[in-house]
C-alpha cells in the first residue's frame, strides 16, 4: 500500500519558523494533488494549502504571505511556514491523491499527523 510520514512539527515561539514534510513511498504510479491540512483542538479540520501535479497552489486567507506549500520529483511536499502565530496551533496531516501501481486507480491517504505549537 501507500504511506504518508510526516516530519517537522514542534514548538516554537510567535515569528519563529517551522518547515513540515511528507514523504508519500509504497505502491505508487504517480502523485495527484496533495495538501496539506490542520485541525486544532476543538475545532474541525482545514485545509491550510494544496499543490496540483503542476505545482499550482492555493493558500487559506490565514496563511497566504506566510506559508510556502512546494513538492520535489520524489514525491516529497512541504510546508514552510514564516511568521508562526499561536493561531496557528493545531496538529498538521499531510494528504495525497495517489495513483496506484497495482490497481491503476487512485486513492486519497492521509499522513499520522505532526504537532505544531506556537507559543505567545
Known amino acids: 500500500q501507500v504511506q504518508l510520514v510526516e516530519s517537522g512539527g514542534g514548538l516554537v515561539q510567535a515569528g519563529g519558523s517551522l518547515r513540515l514534510s511528507c514523504a508519500a513511498s509504497?505502491?505508487?504510479?504517480?502523485?495527484?494533488?496533495m495538501g496539506w491540512y490542520r485541525q486544532a483542538p476543538g475545532k474541525q479540520r482545514e485545509l491550510v494549502a494544496s499543490?496540483?501535479?503542476?505545482?499550482?497552489t492555493n493558500y487559506v486567507d490565514s496563511v497566504r504571505g506566510r506559508f510556502t506549500i512546494s513538492r520535489d520529483a520524489r514525491n516529497t511536499m512541504y510546508l514552510q511556514m514564516n511568521s508562526l502565530k499561536p493561531e496557528d496551533t493545531a496538529v498538521y496531516y499531510c494528504n495525497a491523491r495517489v495513483l496506484l501501481k497495482d490497481t491503476y486507480t487512485y486513492t486519497r491517504y492521509w499522513g499520522q499527523g505532526t504537532q505544531v505549537t506556537v507559543s505567545s
Open positions: 509504497g505502491s505508487i504510479f504517480s502523485v495527484d494533488a
Open positions: 499543490i496540483t501535479a503542476g505545482s499550482s
